[in-house]
């Protein structure tokens, strides 16, 4: 677009006015690859960042993005290279770690990637919902101790959410804390009585004896079942 004069309005803008409009064009290009991400054109949305990668470089928020639409294209080196950049444009902001984190693990950085999420879980000991990401991660590489310890910490600073103690009953149950396991799934049931999940797991915990069960409790939730859930019966 030209001025009266026939220079760019560009030339014309003062500094404080062009940081603006690039802050407003670097927002409508990642609401345009994350909407690509969400509606799973991939190499729409990594041919995307290709082109605009150049250009922002220091963005944390396009190099994330920029990571994941590579990470579903199949080109790895591209996701891990885009995963240190965002991580080196926002050091102290977890996401960029995780990301960080799981792009080593599809690379083969594997103790890297573990020595960065260890790093992680103890910045990240007072965040109830980043312990459970990290609990996830750790089941990634199948560290059911670790990702034990996370979820129970979550736990730990959310008590009375029924999902955080679900959780921390499953991975009870991965290491045979039966037990432990059951008076969780216990919890679970008295902060939410419609989670039916929960009645299910714990009745699949060990073989019950004619005594000791839950039949007259499934029989009366079965009556409370709504119409809509007949798979939950």
């Known amino acids: 677009m030209l001025t009266a004069e026939g220079g760019p309005v560009a030339d014309r803008l003062p500094p404080s006015a062009l940081a603006a409009q690039s802050d407003m064009d670097l927002r409508k290009l990642l609401e345009e690859i ?6 799973s054109q991939f190499a729409a949305a990594a041919a995307l960042c290709r082109r605009v990668l150049p250009g ?4 944390a928020s396009l190099q994330l ?5 590579f990470q579903q294209v199949g080109d790895f080196d591209g996701m891990l290279e885009c995963a240190r950049r965002a991580a080196a444009a926002e050091p102290g902001v977890p996401e960029t770690r995780l990301r960080l984190v799981e792009a080593g693990l599809f690379c083969g950085a594997t103790a890297a990637a573990l020595d960065e999420l260890a790093a992680l879980e103890r910045r990240s000991e007072s965040d109830h919902a980043m312990m459970q990401r990290i609990a996830e991660m750790y089941l990634r590489c199948a560290n059911h101790v670790a990702a034990n310890r996370c979820y129970r910490r979550s736990a730990e600073l959310r008590p009375d959410d029924a999902r955080y103690v679900y959780n921390l009953a499953s991975s009870c149950v991965a290491l045979g804390a039966i037990d432990e396991a059951e008076s969780h799934f216990d919890r679970v049931i008295a902060l939410d009585p419609r989670d039916f ?7 699949t915990l060990r073989t019950w ?3 000791d069960n839950h039949i ?10 709504p119409d809509a859930h007949p798979g939950q019966v």
């Open 34 to 39: 994350a909407g690509l991400l969400r509606s």
């Open 56 to 59: 922002h470089e220091g963005s």
């Open 65 to 69: 993005l920029a990571s994941q639409a």
């Open 197 to 203: 999940g929960a009645y299910h797991s714990r009745a």
């Open 209 to 211: 004896s004619a005594r």
């Open 216 to 225: 007259e409790e499934m029989t009366a939730l079965v009556q409370r079942l």
